[in-house]
Nanobody, 119 residues
Framework: QVQLVESGGGLVQPGGSLRLSCAASGFAFSSYAMTWVRQAPGKGLEWVSDINGPGNSTDYVDSVKGRFTISRDNARNAVYLEMNSLKPEDTAIYYC????????????WGQGTQVTVSS
């Protein structure tokens, strides 16, 4: 079955950095785009970034452009989110997501990893 396991969250001061990882299994990883989504306290889900299967096309929400970098390692079935110059408004639970198309399209999610940016 599809599994997504995020790691790398934590408490960091404003201006600091974190690297999130998402380990994937149970599907043909290199064939699928991967997405990072976050949910800030008391708010809805916000799309953050995605990367295509080969890893040569990426996109970001405007608020993180120039600060976050998404990447993937298809040999390791992993996707990463390098976060620099973190701001308090980046505080959220960060989720890894994959949309698997088919007769019944399904979105799979990890359990999330908490990122807290605070002094």
């Amino acid at each position: 079955q599809v599994q997504l396991v995020e790691s790398g969250g934590g408490l960091v001061q404003p201006g600091g950095s974190l690297r999130l990882s998402c380990a994937a299994s149970g599907f043909a990883f290199s064939s699928y785009a991967m997405t990072w989504v976050r949910q800030a306290p008391g708010k809805g889900l916000e799309w953050v970034s995605d990367i295509n299967g080969p890893g040569n096309s990426t996109d970001y929400v405007d608020s993180v452009k120039g600060r976050f970098t998404i990447s993937r390692d298809n040999a390791r079935n992993a996707v990463y989110l390098e976060m620099n110059s973190l701001k308090p408004e980046d505080t959220a639970i960060y989720y890894c997501n994959v949309h698997v198309a088919g007769p019944v399209p399904v979105d799979y999610w990890g359990q999330g990893t908490q990122v807290t940016v605070s002094s």
